[in-house]
């Protein structure tokens, strides 16, 4: 974990986690769909030159803008809880910071696991669109292209599969796993991987020349549960994106799955609610910047 320890706020900022947990918890009381949105945004600050809100500065060439990231939500809730925070203790609390919190939180409120967060990450001063197709796992990576992303951060397969384990909340446009439901590698038909009565679900939300950016559930059991039931449907075949689908296909991911889903009962052992917050804390710890490192931003979206 670098130079992180929890509670590093403790003096200088005591409010600073439960200024940011309710301002989470008001933002996803207003719109539930919030908590997916900050998780997933910690997940694309920390692949892209670690957890130092790179992803969070808005420019035409920040990495905010590239591809990979147009989806992305929440950052009006980290805007809000910096501000809030920059009026108790102003010049203290990183966004970067505030975004693993945050993150945190986001999970707790989906009734997932919570933990404590090592902070005292200092905010970057580089963010480049360029970055993110090389660091960021696309959801037609197959396994070993996303085993690679991750190990490239320190992450083995249990964390994948563990991290992964987040589509259990939130939602994916159709254009991200379309191809799938008509003409999977140009043959015409079908992925051939995909449930059948799921397909068809899939292909009345997702119409063949439909909007691209309707929005299905990652989880169609329980979108807004933090759960297990992701991995019964990546077992079922129920799985969304191919990427997800494919943690079936390998059998070292398909172990940890299995696992996880409950079928092989004490054969690894492993409980999703004890592994998440593991792997989260390696995930939230990447190329962590301390000390006197980058900065601390006073707007979260621009550099000093
Ligand atoms: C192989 C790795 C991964 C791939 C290829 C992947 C890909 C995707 C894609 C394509 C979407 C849909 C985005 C949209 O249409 O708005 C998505 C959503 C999401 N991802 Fe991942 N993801 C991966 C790993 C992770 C990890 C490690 C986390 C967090 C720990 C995460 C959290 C989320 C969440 C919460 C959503 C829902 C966002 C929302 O509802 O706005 N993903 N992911
Ligand atoms: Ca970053
Ligand atoms: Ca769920």
Known sequence: QGGLKAGFYSSSCQNAESIVRSTVETHNNKDPTVAAGLLRL???DCFVQGCDGSILI???SAERNALANSGLRGFEVIDDAKKQLEGSCPGIVS???ILALA??????LSGGPSWDVPTGRRDGRISSS????NNLPSPLDPIAVQRQKFAAKGLDDRDLVTLVGAHTIGQAD?????YRLYNFTATGNADPSLNQAFLAQLQSLCPRNG?????VALDKDSQFKFDVSFFKNVRDGNGVLESDQRLWGDPSTRRIVENYAGNVRG???LRFDFEFPKAMIKMSSIEAKTGAQGEIRKICSNFN
């Open 42 to 44: 910690h997940f694309h």
């Open 58 to 60: 808005a420019g035409a």
């Open 95 to 97: 966004c970067a910071d």
């Open 103 to 108: 993150a945190r939180d986001a999970v707790g």
């Open 130 to 133: 360029s970055e993110v197709p």
């Open 174 to 178: 159709c254009l991200f796993f379309r």
């Open 211 to 215: 909007d691209g950016s309707r929005r």
């Open 267 to 269: 054969l690894l052992g």
